[in-house]
Structure formats: C-alpha cells, structure tokens
C-alpha cells in the first residue's frame, strides 16, 4: 500500500544557514564585486600595460586617457596599474593581519575560558589593560622601533585586532565546557588540549568566521591609515591607503590620484561588510530580529 512520499526534507544548520545567506542580495552582491576586484587585483601584470613603478617624468601628471585609462601620477606612473598593484597589497594586508589576530584570539580565549579560576582572571585583565591603550599609538611604535617590513606590518596590525575575538571565545568556550559531550570527554581522560581544539573550537567556527569578515575591513581601514601617516608600505609600493595620501595631497591640480583608489577601497570595504553582515545574519538568525 502507497502511504505516500514524505516531502519534508531534513537540513542541518549549516545548510539552513547556506539557504538564508544565499536569499540576502547585499551580502551575495558583495561576495561577488569582492570576488571580482580580487581577481582583477591577482591578475594585475597581464591586465595592465605598463610598469606600477616605471617613471616618466617627462610625461607627468596626466588626466585618464586611452593609454592611461586612470591617468598618471606626479612621477609619470601609470595610476591603473598602481591601483591594481595597490589592491594586492591592501587586501593581502587584511587577510593577513586577520590570521594572525584569530590565531592569538583563539588561543587566548580558549585557554583562559577552559582553565578558568585566576588564570582566567589575570588573562582577561590583560585583555581590558590592552583595550585601554590607544591601537594606532601602539602600531606607529612597534613600526618606528623596529625595521619596516611588510611582515611587520601584518604582525602589529594582527597583533592589535585580537582583543575582541578574545573576549567572544572566551565566551563561548566558558558556555561549552558544561556540555555534556565536554564532561564525558573529561572523564575518559581526554587531554585538555584535545578537548580545546578537538571539541571546543570547532563549534566557535561560526563566530570566528563573522568576526573575520568584519576584521577584514577594520585592518585594511587601520592600514590605510598608516600609510596615510607614512607608516605603512613603503615606496615605491603601493598600497590603496598610500595612494589615497599621494592623492589627498594633489586634489585640487589632479583630482584624478584620489578618485579611482578611493573607488577601488570603499568599493571593497563595503562589500566585506556586506558579506560579514550577510554570514552574522546566515549564521545566527537572532542577531536580525
């Protein structure tokens, strides 16, 4: 006898959170104009037809042409390959300075929220202290002490960024570890490691990924403003921050050096964002209402 075909199709939450993000236009937008300016960026030396750092000062500051399609600088530089090079840079920068903000936020929060009792407590004063301190003073010191390199610049951008993740892990690991599943873990003599890294973290993915994509902007904003005090990537590279500062400077005579990089960077800062709020939505669906 036919009873018929049960229609009802059971989903995990990670699905569940694959369909909702997919029915938010501004976060799959966002996806995809990001996706798009990184790959113009990656494909820079076979789109563009001149050197980013190839001088021609007899050629000068020239508006958008057929050659230059977004002009060139003081020096003669082509500024369309600048801003392409330029992106390569701010968006490594990001991802960068973001790994390493989640690897020292993660390990942090994960063990003070485990071990717990003053442990816990002397790591999370260490957190409020550092909060207290302004980041930009701290970034400027650890690049004027130290010899400048872009892997410093992803360490002491990274290096500030993690305070917050911190705090949600710590949170959340705190939460955890009253699991059922934990304390079972704990009596069959699971080292604690194993039980943080085996068991604990791996249900933080969905915060941590929100946090991520949120961390992105803020550390290509804070490295813009580096190079914008001259701090940042040195010359003759380019980054879209020092770019803008080049362009800043020049407005009112050649309006065209701001305009393009501040395109290209607030272009990709809104769509991280918009993908960030999308997955914060997709991932916990409370965080809306």
Not at 75 to 93: C, E, K, N, W, Y
Not at 104 to 112: E, K, L, P, R
Not at 178 to 196: D, F, K, N, Q, R
Not at 228 to 233: D, E, K, N, Q, W
Request: net charge negative.
């Amino acid at each position: 006898m036919d009873h018929g075909t049960d229609s009802t199709e059971i989903r995990s939450p990670w699905e569940e959170s694959w369909l909702r993000l997919k029915k938010n236009r501004l976060s799959v937008a966002g996806f995809i104009v990001f996706t798009l300016i990184t790959l113009l960026c990656l494909a820079a030396p076979l789109i563009s037809l001149h050197d980013p750092n190839e001088m021609d000062m007899v050629y000068g500051p020239k508006a958008p042409t057929t050659e230059h399609w977004f002009g060139t600088d003081t020096h003669g530089r082509d500024l369309f390959a600048r801003t392409l090079h330029g992106g390569r840079i701010s968006i490594a920068v990001g991802f960068a300075s973001t790994v390493v903000a989640l690897t020292i936020g993660i390990a942090w929060g994960s063990t003070a929220g485990f071990i717990g009792g003053w442990l816990d407590a002397i790591m999370m004063r260490i957190v409020d202290i550092l909060y207290s301190l302004p980041f930009i003073i701290f970034v400027i010191l650890l690049m004027t002490l130290f010899e400048r390199s872009m892997l410093l610049l992803f360490i002491a951008i990274g290096f500030v960024e993690w305070l917050t993740l911190a705090r949600i892990v710590r949170g959340q690991i705190v939460h955890l570890k009253t699991m059922p599943y934990i304390e079972a873990a704990s009596c069959l003599g699971v080292h604690p490691v194993a039980i943080v890294f085996k068991h604990l973290v791996p249900n933080l993915i969905g915060p941590v990924i929100v946090y991520a994509t949120l961390t992105v902007p803020a550390v290509m904003l804070l490295e813009s403003a580096l190079s914008f005090l001259g701090l940042g990537v040195q010359p003759p590279d380019s980054s879209w921050g020092s770019l803008i500062n080049d362009g800043a400077e020049k407005i009112k005579s050649y309006p065209w050096l701001l305009v393009f990089p501040s395109i290209f960077f607030s272009t990709t800062l809104f769509a991280l964002n918009f993908i960030g709020d999308g997955l914060r939505d997709a991932l916990d669906p409370k965080s809306s209402n």
